[in-house]
């Protein structure tokens, strides 16, 4: 049967625990903000799905998406893979950091006893609250130009030959 898989959303670098740069700070801020604070944009006063959890930090990590990381963005990394832990979303290891994921829906690294990736729990979840088609991301009209830019280019597995 013919099929079509959602597109996977990731970053090239990790981001948290003191690292992150420009797009890939930007996907984990747009991400954490809608999956935590407003789930779809500008609907008003929507809680997230995971409604009044956040660290004490206050939305000014995540919110403008700047692509800039600040230490407190470790803080929301932190307090979403707890929450998605006791909520079933994981299990995702708990160190305020979100990796790069192999291209793909719930692939778990080759390590033994490994877990899944927090990109992955992010765009599960996104896909879920999504009224509008997850492939059309890029085109929110709250998704700054240079991260849109970014989601519409397609990497392909280094495995894949065009010839």
């Not at 625990?17 to 929507?46: A, E, K, W």
């Not at 919110?63 to 230490?71: E, H, K, L, Q």
């Not at 997850?134 to 397609?154: C, G, H, M, R």
Request: overall charge negative; some cysteine.
């Amino acid at each position: 049967m013919a099929l079509t898989v959602v597109p996977f959303y990731t970053i090239q670098s990790p981001v948290g625990l003191g690292s992150g740069f420009g797009t890939d700070v930007m996907l984990v801020q747009y991400m954490l903000f809608h999956v935590c604070v407003q789930p779809i944009p500008f609907f008003g006063r929507n809680l997230g799905l995971f409604g009044p959890t956040a660290p004490a930090v206050g939305p000014a990590a995540i919110f403008a998406f700047t692509g800039v990381y600040t230490p407190e963005l470790d803080q929301w990394i932190l307090t979403f893979q707890q929450t998605a832990n006791q909520r079933g979303f994981g299990p995702l290891t708990e160190d305020g950091q979100i990796n790069p994921a192999p291209v793909g829906w719930g692939q778990k690294p080759h390590v033994s006893g490994a877990h899944w990736y927090t990109i992955q729990a992010l765009n599960l979840l996104m896909y879920q609250r999504y009224e509008r088609p997850y492939t059309e991301l890029p085109t929110f009209s709250d998704v700054p130009a240079a991260l849109a830019k970014d989601l519409t280019l397609v990497m392909l597995p280094d495995s894949f030959s065009s010839s």
